[in-house]
């Protein structure tokens, strides 16, 4: 399932990713959906970096 970026939160782009690894990893995907997965994969990994590098700013405004 494939929901709007600005939406995801943190869990749910991990969860989305760990979804397109466990298919990677089963063998459990054609060929012609490697590419779209692996760009989505690319997509979710920037969303969780994001998320977690403004929740790191937050805990260091909150730690200062």
Not at 9 to 31: C, F, G, P, R, W
Not at 35 to 55: F, S, Y
Request: with cysteine; charged share 35%; net charge negative.
């Amino acid at each position: 399932m494939i929901l709007m970026e600005n939406n995801l939160t943190y869990t749910e782009a991990y969860n989305e990713l760990q979804s397109i690894v466990k298919k990677m990893e089963n063998a459990d995907i054609s060929v012609d959906e490697l590419t779209k997965n692996i760009e989505r994969a690319l997509q979710l990994i920037r969303i969780c970096k994001e998320k977690l590098g403004k929740t790191e700013e937050e805990v260091n405004k909150i730690m200062s």
